[in-house]
């Protein structure tokens, strides 16, 4: 008996811009010491800071949108490298800024071009990775975050002890870094890649798509309920005794889990399932974890509660990306992931304002029990929308 699934091994321009990822992903812990920054640089109120990084977080939103309309039009390669090259010169610009106002401006450039990046490297996955490894190849791309996420808090720690602007130097610089990787590794746009806005291809519209909307609604509620989890554990371990920096603890164990669960993806019978019922699994997984939250006493329990969750969470990311990638015409993936990323943007809006208003109105148990509750109305809509997401050869790209 197989207990893996067989599987290629990923192409060598995949892996080294997973690698690259990662490399990025150390120094991208600047953005979460840019209040801290404002509020002590230049001596503004925590009001005004969150101004500043809620502006910033709007400016995500159609940075990734142009992002996957470059991919499509401009070539997977020059996009990469104009996102990195823009976060590079935002976040310098930032750490040598005299004023608040100088701040503010780059931190909106800094949002305009920070996920440009996103759609063309998941858009050269599918590219480059047949249907059966893209779910392995996208949680890799996770996983690769992961890793660099535990090292980019240590390096936070050090370099935040010697002054705050340096933190932005190092992630202008590992962007830099991310960046000649790319340009080494990736192969070149093809010289005819640009298309005229007028094209069939380029009028392909992923929101005209049914599939793609109905996706679109499930990662939305998935990534709001992960953001929520991000913001409010730490705000809500006090009320069970438990110390609030405990949360990097469990925010370190769903990381090594991302990592160290990998395999998991590779067994056959987890290969072998369809993908809504994947995404369904991995939601009602997280479900329980979350429900682990809502009556867990001690850390211990949090800890056991987190793995649960975790490879729940390890069985959607990937598969969710994958199936985006299948569901867009080839000329249009860069759009399709771009629009389906866009869910991360608005979740990044409705988490704070949801947990906190959980928090206060209902204590942890409620919030963790609410969320379980969405985990499992996911897991319903992830089955109630298979009929949408057929993928037969027939399947036509939406034009406007």
């Given amino acids: 008996m197989r207990f893996f699934a ?28 840019l209040t801290v920054l404002i509020t002590t640089e230049f001596g503004a109120s925590p009001a005004t800071a969150g101004l500043v990084s809620a502006a910033f977080g709007l400016a995500t939103i159609p940075s990734r949108l142009f992002g ?3 991919a499509d ?35 909106v450039v800094l949002g305009l071009v920070f996920e440009l990046y996103e759609p063309p490297s998941q858009a050269v ?26 090292g980019a808090g240590l390096i936070a720690a050090g370099v935040g002890r010697w002054d705050l602007r340096w933190l932005f130097v190092v992630d202008a610089v590992t962007c830099l870094a991310c960046a000649i990787v790319v340009r080494a590794v990736l192969p070149a746009d093809p010289p005819g890649v640009a298309r005229s806005a007028t094209a069939p ?24 309920v992960y953001m929520t989890i991000m913001i409010a554990l730490p705000l809500s371990l006090p009320e069970r005794g438990i110390a609030a920096t ?26 072998a399932l369809s993908a809504p019922t994947a995404l369904a699994g991995g939601a009602v997984l997280m479900a329980a974890g979350l429900a682990g939250y809502a009556v867990a006493p001690t850390l211990p329990a949090f800890v056991a509660a987190t793995v649960v969750w975790s490879v729940g969470d ?87």
């Fill in 314 to 400: 390890l069985f959607m990311v990937g598969r969710a990306y994958a199936l985006v990638a299948e569901l867009a015409p080839v000329e249009a993936r860069g759009r399709y992931l771009a629009a389906y990323g866009t869910s991360w943007g608005l979740a990044t809006i409705a988490a704070p304002i949801a947990g906190t208003q959980l928090l206060d109105r209902a204590g942890a148990a409620g919030l963790w029990a609410a969320t379980a509750c969405a985990c499992v109305a996911l897991a319903v809509a992830q089955l109630a929308i298979r009929p949408l997401l057929r993928l037969d050869a027939g399947r036509q790209a939406v034009v406007l």
């Fill in 246 to 271: 405990d949360a990097g603890l469990l925010f370190t164990v769903s990381a090594v889990t991302t990592v160290a669960g990998q395999p998991l993806l590779r067994l056959s019978a987890v290969a």
């Fill in 73 to 107: 039009r401009l070539g997977r390669r020059r996009t990469i490298m104009l996102g990195l090259c823009g976060c590079a010169v935002a976040q310098f610009a930032i750490a040598a800024a005299g004023s608040l106002a100088v701040v503010a401006l780059f931190a």
């Fill in 201 to 224: 291809a380029a009028r392909v519209s992923a929101w005209r798509d049914p599939a793609l909307l109905a996706m679109f609604a499930c990662g939305t509620l998935f990534a709001t």
């Fill in 125 to 150: 996955i599918a590219d480059a990775v047949g249907a059966g490894d893209r779910t392995r190849a996208y949680s890799l791309f996770n996983a690769a975050l992961a890793v660099g996420g535990m």
């Fill in 6 to 33: 067989r599987g290629e091994r990923l192409p060598r321009t995949v892996r080294l811009l997973i690698v690259a990822r990662a490399v990025n992903r150390l120094g991208a812990f600047s953005l979460s010491f």
């Fill in 68 to 70: 996957g309309l470059l």
